[in-house]
């Protein structure tokens, strides 16, 4: 097969989440594990780090990749979803794995895939390790799917789990309450391998704490040893002084990721970073002042409050979630603009109302869809967005959106894209105003 006939055969011959949703995920770990059987269990050839949560797990993820590259580690980085490139998903050191590789890989499996009919991430996750371990990786950072103790990833035997926070989303798999959802995420906690926490309420406290008891394990909140003493946001960045609260000391970090969220993220980074560096990895202070600044050159991460146009501004933000667009609000009080446009288009299976209450109601709207069976149809959106007071025009394709959105915006109007991960992959770039 050439590599777009690859390609094609995975996306459409195996059940894939962002396609149809629910009915694509497993809830057991049977084909994970036969398919990694098959591969000579290539998750127990590399050191990893795990990491889950509802928001901010794919952020950290780059973070902690960045970190481990700027020690000089040969570091591989297991994301999901993809934006533009299937590839994007598995990457040492930044790059990609090769078409190649994943040519070879899909080639060698495809009697076994006929035979147990394996979802697309449960095929994804065998190609990461198996590049992993090809490759010898000193260490791969991976980023649960969603969930965590049911989740393909959850297999490996990590260095260190991390768990960003617990919010409202994916409900229809992962329950109804923020227990629930804690318990799921949870499941990624090992014996005697430690876990860090981002953010907590006393409802998933409770959790946390009940079942790393259980599994005998250490449980450290970041937020009880580190807090953010103060902030700026400048040029398209942010620099933090964060406090260790066991020595007092106070320590700067520029952050290249500009999004005010990632003020939560930067404290369970750093906090990570701090656990593995006891244990004896090259991860200190001065490692992770030196790589926060470069994390977007280091391993390409995209769509976070990323800027990809100016005068008007051009913003992509995933978010997609209550706490997601809760967090673009947040931000949107920072930035100066005159005009606030947002190009948005969701899933079916999101919280839509509860998004469309929180959105700003100052905002000129525009309502679109991602390409993919999951999307809500823009005609639907924008309904369901009227009876909230958000108006705006319906759009076949989000390029079709921001092309009529710059050919009306000011120079100093601000124009954001967000609600649905399809969607923001979906921008062509760069772009022109005509």
């Known amino acids: 097969m050439t590599y777009a006939e690859t390609i094609d055969y995975l996306f459409t011959r195996l059940p894939m989440f962002s396609r149809i949703g629910a009915a694509a995920y497993k ?77 070879r890989f899909t080639e060698k499996i495809q ?105 005998q394990t250490a449980l450290i909140y970041a937020a009880e040893t580190k807090s953010i003493v103060n902030w700026t946001y400048e040029h398209h960045q942010l620099i933090v002084t964060m406090i260790d609260h066991a020595s007092q000391e106070q320590r700067e970090y520029r952050l290249d990721l500009p999004g005010i969220y990632q003020l939560k993220n930067i404290i369970t980074v750093a906090e990570a970073a701090s656990q593995l560096a006891s244990k004896g ?41 209550e706490d997601g667009i809760k967090a673009i609000n947040q931000q949107l009080a920072y930035v100066p603009y005159e005009h606030l446009h947002i190009i948005i288009g969701m899933v079916k299976d999101k919280d839509i109302d509860t998004v469309l209450n929180i959105l700003p109601k100052n905002a000129h709207y525009h309502f679109t869809q991602a390409q993919i069976p999951r999307a809500l149809d823009a005609v639907s959106l924008q309904h ?20 009529q959105v710059l050919a009306i915006a000011d120079p100093k109007d601000l124009i954001l894209i967000c609600g649905s991960v399809f969607l923001v992959g979906e921008v062509m770039i760069p772009i022109a105003k005509d």
């Open 281 to 321: 990895w090259n991860t200190g202070v001065h490692i992770v002042q030196n790589a926060l600044p470069q994390v977007k050159k280091l391993t390409g991460l995209h769509g976070r409050w990323e800027i990809i146009h100016e005068n008007p501004a051009v913003i992509l933000d995933v978010g997609h979630n």
């Open 27 to 103: 809830k057991d770990l049977t084909n994970t594990i036969r398919l990694c059987e098959a591969l000579g269990n290539p998750q127990y050839q590399f050191k990893s780090i795990h990491i889950a949560g509802t928001n901010g797990k794919g952020s950290v993820s780059h973070m902690m990749a960045a970190i481990f590259q700027t020690g000089g580690y040969k570091t591989g980085l297991y994301t999901s979803p993809h934006l533009k490139d299937f590839r994007e998903r598995i990457k040492i050191n930044g790059e990609m794995c090769s078409e190649a590789f994943v040519i």
């Open 111 to 215: 009697p076994l895939i006929e035979e147990i009919e394996p979802s697309f991430f449960e095929i994804t996750v065998a190609m990461a390790f198996s590049w992993f371990a090809e490759q010898k990786v000193d260490i791969a950072v991976i980023e649960v799917g969603l969930g965590g103790r049911l989740d393909s990833t959850n297999i490996i035997h990590p260095e260190l789990s991390i768990i960003t926070n617990i919010g409202m989303d994916h409900m229809n798999m992962l329950g109804n309450t923020l227990s629930a959802i804690a318990g799921e995420k949870a499941g990624i906690m090992k014996m005697g391998i430690p876990c860090v926490i981002g953010e907590s309420v006393p409802e998933t406290k409770r959790v946390f704490d009940h079942i790393a008891e259980k599994v």
């Open 384 to 403: 369901q967005a009227n009876r909230v007071g958000l108006t705006g025009d319906c759009y076949a394709d989000v390029n079709a959106a921001l092309k």
